[in-house]
């Protein structure tokens, strides 16, 4: 009996032995990427919370900031955006060349690399991928993405491992389209894209083995409003500086908590290893914590967030909406908005609002976008002298009691709607309305939920002001195209322009057009460096504050680099990995 | 303690509190919504009745606070001037029953301070919010009770009274009203209302309609009650005696519900008041810069709120008196109309 | 038997009307699921003008509801936007933890409400009356939310409860015994914020129905007979209360799946609660009106339990009306 189990011990030691061998062999064909960070230890789990469930593990469908944040661990990209130093670099492509034209780019994949089921990847399911994001009636989110502004993109398989992109018209920031633009296994979704049900695939209650990626992670299992756990991929392409392959980590559990002072709590109890997005006030009660609960809080820095007062210039209010129609001839009027802009103390809103941590706007860039910040900008502190001349001149005037009058004698009274669920925009809106009424401008704020909100501002214009505010996905201007062109989706003030309404927003439409075929970037940034200076001094926004991006992590996770680009900090995950204690 | 000096506790408690709201401008040495920005959540201001010197004063004063340079909402007294607290002093403007006036109960000469209950993120001080707040949580609290208990007596009588069809007809319209998604209704009428309708009047229009909507519980509970008292002998014999359907409901039928009246009543207000809390949640409570109960108690959600400023309470400790003393009442009430002596 | 299929048809009634009213709510609300996609520079109107097509948003509400009422039929309680997953698989798998979470507290609310309730009806005025009903309104003037809130930060100072959620995120490896612990852990907390909220509410009530029952001229007399008090208390005062206790549990049984909603979303438990509000703010029709439903459902059926409990307990309504 003994001498049984010692036979099956050898043999199995023989067969183990061997299939590792064969495996090295394999891995030895395989082009792994190599990272830089410190080399870790394999293991342990990391635990993250989400505000919300993920819907869905569907990169096509994917929309939602939860899903997002869960699927991106599972899949890769070709050309990925360093959200360190918010460059491009070589992901699932190891290297590309662009033409001199810019309208050619060849991606060189990696080869030997595989999918978290085991499956090859090579320039099939480059094709496939985009072939599926292109196409028309799948509406991808992707798809609006990469043919914005006319752009026509086509793909063509050079060789098994080389795919060529032809675009119809340069694109100075092409490499970063490719990011998060994600390889979808051809294998598995085909038969899914041809029946027209890609829609429906991979919801969280597919089997696990039916889904797969290139990305550190794949789907382990769901339960139902409370979690989803990704395991390690076997596969992964990333390798450290020793040549063991990542991730480290066994596992990541995404933990649903409902609310964002519960997120702070969970971790402040240690139920959770990470906390990606802290607001100023939870950050200041953690911060108490730090020493006796074993976690470190870094504040990295303005982010990408410009919170903003907008007023309605829309056009089609006229007839329909007289009362808001009489209030835009002020609104249209531009001394009426720099002196606005003059009379709001900055300062004190990001104090009380933001405790300190965030900076003053007064145009869009945040200082924590480093590549496009145009640093000439004035930034004049509040002077309600400065406010009260600049509507003087206009020809508003004062009553007996202070209250502003325009030039009919109508007092200037408007209101500002924000969306209730956001307690600091709401904050801002009411600092502003006291702020306002020193000029003798009565203001009343109104809250509104958030759906409410966003109908009136983008669909019936039935608003007068609005605290609101954007974020950027990624520090460069492309993104930004619908904001600032006339025609944009998102040009939020006056939506729906068959041509500029105004010199400088033609102007600034010019200006766009230019910077995105632009493809040097000093020649780029000086394009940028105006727009910027155009809102700041035409105000059809008026900027007001940017927080801070405010992150956490328990002591002893090595390889933590959060940044402020998005997802702030598990861009990394792959080489994050938990020191001995 | 005997019931009858409980009562009158409750009474005198209750008038206390209605008349210090009526007199809040009066009262409070603030206008609620003047933001101090350099006092954003400063704790209560304390009283001193010994200085620097160790020397012994008559009459309270304070000092002045100077925020710490490093740290958000972390104070030190100056003890280097001190301010005697001043009655009857000049200040805001307010309206008291139409007269425009100045005079406030109390005050502090500038560029002092003082808050009694501490000041919120905006640095406005919570004694005058409280004062101020309360006028809008208890008149709401009274007006959405009024409502949904009138409505629930009718529906509820007539439903247990009358029986049969009736009966069914209205329970199952009562079911209804319990199970609608009233929230969707609520974004709805806020979403149809002017942008310019001020925030007390918006709130009061929401009032109305979620004490319209809950009329249906009470309507329930009362209709119990007039099922089995309907049963009563002398209903019965009263009806023998050829006793119309509205004598009966008004003598004898409606006098046995009261008690459920009374408890409900006791129990709605404060359910009300209450209820600002989540209306403000969604966005649909009393807009800022007005303060009201529920809007103070709605930032207490906040989790460093509630952690870090422990005077941010005080709305939820005034509550404790005053739902007190209702119920006192409404159990007193309950009594000498059933019992009648 | 007649009433009883009568009761059933009206509730069946009920439902559609809710249904019917539920759409038309949902309708008047301004936004719908995909407007907050129009904030996002990266998607075309276009995209969202398909995405509303492919799911029916386009469509007159009377349509919609009709195709709506004609897969419910079938069993299919349509699809979420936000999830892609049908209603019934997605609302089920989260009305079993609310379930969980409000049966219990609403036994544990009776087991101690009845007898505390019997006990300041009996000695009402003297000092354990006083004192508990002090409590009880002290509790009453917490509002849920606030209630909760404290028992968190009571758990967060403490490290003695769970913060939140159901299992912990190691659930999956636990044996047994430890699996059951490990829910106990996180089970205290979301139930005792549900019991302390519904505790006064269910006191009062079974104290106001004692107090009557007790001054009814029979029990008086039964008093004055030297009958023993715990006899007079249960064997006379306490069906005479029955009425309003039954009332009281059809209540119970009605609100199994709303009563908890609040204190879920703030205990992060992973119930209707949570799915609700966020279904609820983004609009995500079908999983709102699912939700709606089944909570009329249980409303319904609380109303025809204690209905049909009082028809049998109480022979005098069973002469239907004079």
Same mark, same amino acid.
């Given at each position: ?315 089609? +209010? ?171 989706? +998102? ?77 702030? +900090? ?12 | ?98 007269? !425009? ?13 003082? @808050? ?42 007539? !439903? ?100 459920? @009246? ?80 | ?322």
């Amino acid at each position: 009996m003994r001498r049984d189990i010692r036979l099956i011990l050898v043999f199995l030691a023989l067969v183990t032995g061997a299939l590792w061998a064969q495996t090295k062999a394999a891995a030895a064909k395989e082009e792994l990427q190599r990272t830089t960070g410190e080399v870790g230890q394999y293991g342990g789990r990391l635990v993250i919370s989400q505000r919300a469930e993920a819907k869905t593990l569907n990169p096509v469908t994917a929309i939602d900031r939860p899903s997002r944040e869960v699927m991106y661990r599972t899949q890769a990209d070709l050309i990925h955006i360093n959200r360190v130093t918010q460059r491009t670099e070589p992901a699932l492509a190891k290297s590309w060349t662009a033409s001199n034209d810019g309208l050619e780019y060849a991606l060189r994949l990696r080869r030997g690399i595989r999918f978290s089921d085991g499956q090859p990847f090579n320039a099939d399911d480059v094709v496939f991928s985009f072939q599926v994001y292109l196409d028309q009636n799948v509406h991808s989110p992707q798809r609006d993405l990469l043919i914005a502004r006319d752009q026509k993109i086509t793909v063509q398989k050079a060789d098994p491992y080389t795919v060529v992109f032809k675009l119809a018209r340069p694109d100075a920031a092409a490499e970063r389209l490719f990011d998060s633009v994600v390889v979808l296994p051809k294998h598995l979704l085909e038969k899914a894209y041809h029946d027209g049900t890609l829609g429906q695939a991979w919801s969280l209650t597919t089997p696990p083995g039916q889904i797969a990626g290139l990305g550190p992670f794949r789907l382990k299992n769901y339960v139902p409003g409370e979690q989803i756990t990704l395991e390690r991929n076997p596969y992964y392409w990333k390798v450290d500086a020793k040549d063991n392959r990542l991730p480290y980590l066994n596992e990541i559990t995404f933990l649903v908590v409902a609310s964002e002072d519960a997120e702070a709590i969970r971790f402040q109890t240690g139920d959770t290893d990470v906390i990606s997005r802290l607001n100023s006030e939870n950050y200041a009660l953690l911060a108490k914590d730090q020493q006796s609960r074993g976690y470190t809080l870094e504040d990295l820095g303005p982010g990408l967030e410009y919170n903003f007062i907008l007023f309605n210039l829309n056009d089609d +209010t006229r007839g329909r909406l007289p009362d808001i129609a009489r209030k835009q001839a002020w609104f249209r009027e531009v001394k009426f908005r720099q002196a606005v802009s003059a009379a709001i103390d900055r300062s004190d809103i990001v104090r009380l609002v933001y405790q300190g941590r965030g900076e003053p706007l007064w145009a869009q860039v945040t200082a924590g976008n480093k590549l496009w910040l145009n640093t000439k900008i004035p930034k004049p502190a509040r002077s309600l002298n400065r406010a009260r001349e600049l509507l003087k001149s206009a020809g508003f005037t004062w009553n007996k009691d202070g209250k502003l009058g325009d030039h009919n004698g109508q007092l200037v009274e408007f209101s500002i709607v924000s969306s209730s669920s956001n307690s600091q925009r709401m904050q801002i809106a009411n600092m502003v309305q006291q702020d306002l009424a020193r000029l003798g401008i009565e203001v009343s704020v109104v809250p509104l939920e958030f759906r409410s909100f966003l109908e009136r501002v983008t669909q019936t214009h039935e608003y007068e002001a609005a605290v609101m505010g954007l974020v950027n996905g990624d520090v460069d201007p492309n993104p930004e195209m619908n904001v600032w062109m006339s025609s944009g989706a +998102t040009h939020l003030w006056n939506l729906g322009e068959k041509k500029p309404a105004t010199p400088w927003e033609e102007e600034i439409d010019k200006l766009m057009e230019q910077q995105i075929v632009t493809l040097n970037y000093p020649a780029r940034k000086k394009l940028y460096d105006r727009v910027q200076e155009i809102v700041a001094d035409e105000l059809p926004i008026i900027c007001v504050a940017s927080p801070d991006i405010l992150v956490g992590s328990k002591k002893n996770l090595g390889n933590f680099r959060p940044a402020i680009l998005d997802p702030y +900090t598990l861009h990394n995950v792959e080489e994050l990995f938990w020191k001995p204690k | 303690m005997s019931r009858k000096r409980m009562v009158r506790i409750a009474v005198v408690l209750l008038s206390l509190l209605y008349g210090a709201i009526l007199g809040a401008g009066f009262l409070a040495p603030y206008d609620p919504a003047e933001q101090d920005r350099a006092h954003p959540f400063a704790p209560p201001t304390r009283l001193h009745f010994v200085d620097a010197e160790g020397s012994l004063h008559g009459w309270p004063f304070i000092y002045g606070l100077i925020p710490s340079p490093d740290n958000f909402a972390e104070y030190q007294e100056d003890r280097s001037r001190a301010f005697p607290v001043r009655l009857f002093v000049s200040g805001d403007h307010y309206s008291l029953l139409g007269f !425009s006036c100045r005079r406030h109960w109390f005050g502090i000469d500038e560029p002092g301070h003082i @808050f009694l209950l501490g000041t919120d993120g905006y640095g406005r001080d919570q004694f005058s919010r409280l004062l101020w707040g309360g006028r809008i949580s208890l008149l709401a609290g009274l007006i959405a009770a009024a409502l949904s208990l009138s409505l629930g007596m009718a529906v509820g009588s007539v !439903s247990g009274y009358f029986g049969g069809f009736v009966d069914d007809t209205l329970m199952r319209l009562v079911e209804l009203f319990l199970a609608m998604p009233w929230l969707y209704l609520l974004f709805a009428v806020r979403a149809f209302l002017p942008l310019h309708i001020s925030p007390t009047v918006a709130f009061f229009l929401l009032v109305v309609v979620i004490g319209t909507v809950g009329w249906a519980r009470p309507a329930r509970l009362i209709r119990g009650v007039v099922l089995s008292a309907r049963e009563r002998k002398y209903v019965l014999a009263a009806r023998g005696f050829g006793a119309s359907d509205f004598y009966l409901l008004r003598r004898h039928i409606l006098p046995q519900t009261m008690g459920v @009246f009374l408890t409900q009543a006791a129990l709605l207000i404060p359910q009300y008041i209450l209820a600002e809390v989540t209306l403000s949640f969604l966005g649909l409570g009393v807009g800022e810069p007005v303060p009201s109960w529920g809007n103070m108690l709605g930032s207490l959600q906040q989790y460093h709120i509630l952690a870090s400023y422990w005077w941010m309470l005080a709305p939820a400790l005034v509550l404790v008196p005053v739902f007190w003393g209702y119920q006192v009442l409404a159990d007193f009430l309950h009594e000498r109309l059933e019992f009648g002596h | 038997m007649a009433y009883l299929l009568r009761r059933l048809l009206h509730g069946a009634l009920v439902l559609v009307g809710v249904s019917v009213l539920s759409f038309l709510f949902v309708q008047l609300a301004p936004g719908e699921f995909f407007s907050d996609m129009r904030l996002n520079p990266q998607v075309s109107p276009e995209t969202i003008r398909h995405l509303r097509a492919q799911y029916g948003l386009d469509r007159a509400l009377p349509i919609r509801y009709v195709r709506w009422a004609r897969s419910v039929a079938k069993g299919d309680w349509g699809y979420s936007f936000a999830y892609g997953l049908p209603v019934s698989k997605l609302i089920w798998s989260r009305a079993r933890n609310t379930l969980l979470l409000t049966i219990t507290s609403a036994l544990l609310a009776w087991l101690i409400s009845i007898p505390l309730g019997i006990y300041a009806a009996e000695r009402r005025d003297r000092w354990g009356d006083r004192v508990t009903v002090a409590g009880s309104s002290a509790l009453l003037t917490v509002p849920d939310l606030l209630l909760a809130l404290a028992l968190l930060i009571l758990a967060i100072r403490t490290n003695a409860f769970a913060a939140g959620g159901m299992t912990s995120p190691d659930f999956a490896e636990l044996g047994t015994v430890a699996k059951i612990k490990d829910v106990a852990a996180h089970f205290t907390l979301p139930l005792a914020a549900l019991v302390l909220g519904t505790l006064p509410i269910f006191f009062r009530h079974v104290r106001a129905g004692m107090i009557e029952a007790l001054a009814l001229p029979s029990i008086q007399s039964a008093r004055a007979h030297g009958i023993p008090r715990s006899r007079i208390l249960f064997r006379y005062a306490l069906p005479a209360a029955a009425n309003s206790l039954i009332s009281l549990f059809g209540f119970s049984i009605a609100t199994l799946l709303s009563a908890s909603l609040l204190v879920e979303v703030v205990m992060s438990w992973p119930g209707l609660g949570p799915m609700l509000l966020e279904a609820i703010l983004a609009r995500d029709l079908y999983v709102v009106i699912g939700a709606v439903m089944l909570s009329t459902f249980f409303l319904v059926a609380g109303n025809l339990v204690a209905d049909v409990l009082l028809y049998l307990s109480d022979p005098r309504i069973r002469r239907g009306p004079a």
